[in-house]
């Protein structure tokens, strides 16, 4: 008697995967903003680095909340390898993973209905 096989595929609902990932998206692009006006602040407005402090652990987990859920969307969807790579390299420069994830579900790499009916 074999015990059956259990993939990640078949355990993640993928229409609640690519809503995770859009808001995760979001989040991330926000708390980039939240960064860059703490910085602002910080260097140019009252010197000091509260808003740097608190948007810089925001941010932080934030990107590691991205980088996790990007790789989970690219191997539930089923992702080329530089599709994979240009998601993850999108939570380098600030908004970019906005632009990732509309031009994503433009193309239909997250659409989780289609997924879900194989």
């Known amino acids: 008697?074999?015990?059956?096989?259990?993939?990640?595929?078949?355990?993640?609902?993928?229409?609640?995967?690519?809503r995770a990932f859009r808001t995760v998206a979001i989040a991330e692009a926000c708390s980039w903003t939240g960064l860059l006006i703490g910085m602002v602040f910080k260097y140019l407005?009252?010197?000091?680095?509260?808003?740097?402090?608190?948007?810089?652990?925001?941010?932080g987990i934030l990107f590691i909340a991205y980088v996790v859920?990007?790789?989970l969307t690219a191997r539930t969807f089923r992702w080329r390898a530089g599709t994979?790579?240009?998601?993850l390299l999108a939570s380098i420069p600030p908004l970019t993973t906005l632009w990732f994830e509309h031009s994503a579900h433009r193309r239909g790499l997250i659409d989780g209905e289609r997924a879900r009916q194989g």
């Open 1 to 18: 008697m074999s015990s059956p096989s259990v993939t990640t595929r078949s355990r993640i609902d993928p229409v609640l995967l690519a």
């Open 84 to 87: 994979t790579v240009l998601g």
């Open 45 to 59: 407005v009252v010197h000091d680095d509260i808003g740097v402090r608190i948007f810089g652990m925001i941010h």
């Open 69 to 71: 859920i990007t790789l």
